[in-house]
Nanobody
């Protein structure tokens, strides 16, 4: 499966953006998806994840209550809805696919970037104060 992330842009602090991660090719496979972000000069950090079914999600403490991950199988798309944005949310955002076992839940997915090999291209988010 190939992934492409869309939807980045410029937002003001307190504003909202929704990113999309669109899958193509091999979408009949069951894959979970994780979102990561990488700010300038920093390592890529886990933002959140969603299981294949969409029945379980997991969000990093830094975004919990502000960001929500959900997916639409009909559109082969996973979304990252970001609200109450802060300047520290400024980063390039990436989505990554994870095959895992049939019982993989969002909570059991890896949270280290090096555990993922199938990445979409990033989309840049800039939050101004």
């Amino acid at each position: 499966v190939q992934l492409q992330a869309f939807g980045g842009g410029l937002a003001q602090a307190g504003g909202s953006l929704t990113l999309s991660c669109v899958a193509s090719g091999g979408t009949q496979r069951r894959y979970a998806v994780a979102w990561f972000r990488q700010a300038p000069g920093k390592t890529r950090e886990f933002v959140g994840s969603i299981s294949w079914s969409g029945g379980s999600t997991n969000h990093a403490n830094s975004v919990k209550g502000r960001f929500t991950i959900f997916r639409d199988h009909a559109k082969n798309t996973v979304y990252l809805q970001m609200t109450r944005l802060e300047p520290d949310d400024t980063a390039v955002y990436y989505c990554a696919a994870y095959d895992g076992s049939p019982g993989t839940t969002a909570q059991t997915m890896p949270q280290m970037a090096e555990d993922y090999t199938n990445w979409g291209q990033g989309t840049e988010v800039t939050v101004s104060s």
